[in-house]
């Protein structure tokens, strides 16, 4: 699963993207040699690393696997690792889903009143050209060193990815089922929940798909501005001691927080649009 | 009501603004009245208005003089007592068969029963039953035009509107479609208007065959139909009359085509 997500800015991408990544993985072709292959270069880089540690290059630069996982188990077992790890988990889960969420709905009442989006649209648009992790300190000010500052960036982040893929959905929509629909009397939310949500779908899962790692990105600024714990804060504090192993640690319970988060939006993703996998054709005349 | 027109047009008229002709003229002076189990035809070289009048008659947009009645009541707003029939399928591709076909049925007031009962018997209609649980985009071009008329039928609007529903079908499919629609037409007898650029088929359809000409779009002829029905599609032309009306059509059509030396 490839997923190049290379710089910060929040534009909307094209729903393309989940189909393809859907269709890779279910590709069957050479499915062992593949994994093999996998696992040859990872196992290859991390022997390397190993043997590089200590003999080429200083272990305080790089560490190495080993010394990571010793530390992983140490700081699960008998540090605080669990406790960074469950207050970063919490300021995304309480962000993530409300920045996407609000971004959703803004993107949809933009998409269904013209008025709102003529008054709003350069107004958010010039919002967006905000760096916006650069306003992190901010959130710290406003709402103090704790959850809630961490919970702010992780909103900034996501909302308006969010915002901008659920707003190109509007748009690029197709009208005419709109009017189909309202021309058979569907209606009200009737008409939103059965016609317009699904419509643009494939649009909102890029922007909760693409926004997953902006969030755990926000956790991470908001924790290294200025914070008590954290993954963020454990991250930074180790890195200032030189005990780079824990710096890995932290980033690899990031990383595997990503996966795990994802990994759960992607079975969503499927279920919610099944009905764009089906692709099997049946040949039938007329 | 019997016998009572099902749409009225009253001396229509439609205006476009546009950015770069200015205004155009899309309709011009229509009126015409379609009654009760009528198949109605409208043929007219492409950009003739013929769908933006079925689009009047949808009230999608409301006309820029005269007026439409739908069943004796002014269309003021979308008339949601009219079935419409687009130009490519439209099924919603998030949706089943079934739930495709039964979507205008939830805003009607229909009881569990009678909702599946109808749902049943327009799919069978179709053909298109074991297909029920398939989504759209595992149908074949022919088969989401059938669910997608039925989409249409299945709520029983007295009159349905459809815009080259077979124009982007191959030849085969297309006649196969047309023979379909004319037998579940013969059973239910709603009221059609079909906008279509293919002669023979507005013909081999039709009772009426309304002519219109390129912009601004105006009624030049209505030919009546007397084919007997019910009619085989297959060989439409060796049924008596076909001859006779796609020829007097054909003349009409031909000066409207401005067919020249190159």
């Avoid at chain 1, 939006?265 to 009905?275: N, S």
Wanted: net charge positive; aromatic share 10%.
């Amino acid at each position: 699963m490839s997923k190049d997500i290379s710089q910060e800015n929040s534009r909307a991408s094209s729903p393309s993207r989940g189909t393809v990544v859907q269709a890779g993985g279910a590709l069957p072709m050479g499915g062992f040699r593949i994994t093999l292959a996998r696992f040859v270069i990872i196992g290859g880089f991390l022997l390397l690393w190993e043997i590089a540690s200590g003999r080429w290059i200083e272990p305080f630069l790089i560490s190495s696997p080993s010394r990571i996982l010793s530390s992983l188990i140490a700081g699960f077992r008998e540090g605080d690792l669990f406790q960074h790890t469950w207050v970063t988990f919490q300021e995304i889960a309480i962000g993530f889903p409300l920045g996407a969420i609000s971004g959703i709905a803004l993107g949809y009442c933009f998409g269904r009143s013209r008025f709102l989006a003529e008054i709003f649209e350069p107004i958010i648009i010039a919002l967006n050209g905000i760096p916006r992790t650069a306003v992190a300190p901010l959130f710290i000010v406003w709402l103090g060193i704790g959850l809630w500052s961490k919970v702010g960036v992780v909103f900034l982040l996501t909302f308006f990815l969010n915002f901008f893929n659920t707003y190109t959905g509007m748009r690029q929509m197709d009208r005419e089922y709109i009017d189909l629909a309202s021309l058979m009397g569907v209606k009200g939310w009737k008409l939103s929940f059965k016609v317009i949500f699904p419509a643009i779908s494939p649009y909102v899962f890029t922007g909760i798909r693409t926004s997953i790692p902006f969030a755990v990105i926000g956790a991470i600024v908001g924790e290294f501005v200025a914070s008590t714990e954290g993954l963020g804060f454990f991250i930074r504090m180790s890195a200032g001691i030189f005990k780079t192993a824990d710096v890995f640690v932290g980033i690899i319970v990031l990383m595997i927080m990503v996966i795990i988060i994802d990994k759960i939006a992607e079975m969503i993703e499927k279920r919610a649009l099944r009905w764009q996998n089906q692709t099997e054709h049946i040949q039938i005349q007329a | 009501m019997d016998g009572k027109p099902v749409i009225q047009v009253e001396d229509v008229s439609k205006l476009f603004r546009t950015p770069t002709e200015g205004t155009i003229s899309a309709l011009q002076g229509i009126s015409l009245s379609i009654i009760p189990g009528e198949f109605v035809t409208v043929v007219g070289p492409s950009g003739c208005g013929k769908s933006t009048l079925l689009k009047l008659i949808a009230g999608f947009s409301p006309p820029s003089s005269g007026r439409i009645l739908y069943q004796g009541e002014e269309v003021r707003g979308l008339n949601t007592k009219v079935g419409y029939v687009p130009q490519e399928s439209k099924l919603f591709p998030w949706l089943t068969v079934e739930e495709n076909v039964g979507f205008g049925l939830d805003a009607k007031r229909y009881s569990r029963q009678d909702r599946e009962r109808q749902v049943r018997q327009f799919i069978n209609l179709a053909g298109l039953a074991g297909f029920e649980k398939y989504y759209p985009a595992q149908l074949s071009g022919g088969m989401s035009k059938r669910a997608s008329i039925m989409r249409a039928l299945a709520y029983e609007p007295p009159g349905i509107l459809m815009d080259e529903p077979f124009g982007p079908l191959d030849a085969q499919t297309r006649m196969v479609l047309q023979d379909e629609l004319l037998k579940i037409w013969e059973q239910k007898r709603q009221t059609i208007l079909f906008v279509t650029h293919d002669l023979v088929e507005a013909v081999a359809l039709a009772d009426r065959v309304l002519v219109m000409t390129h912009r601004p779009g105006k009624i030049k002829d209505i030919i009546n139909v007397t084919m007997a029905r019910p009619r085989n599609i297959f060989e439409i032309h060796r049924q008596d009359g076909f001859d006779d009306a796609y020829g007097r059509l054909w003349n009409i059509f031909r000066h409207e085509l401005n067919i020249g030396p190159d």
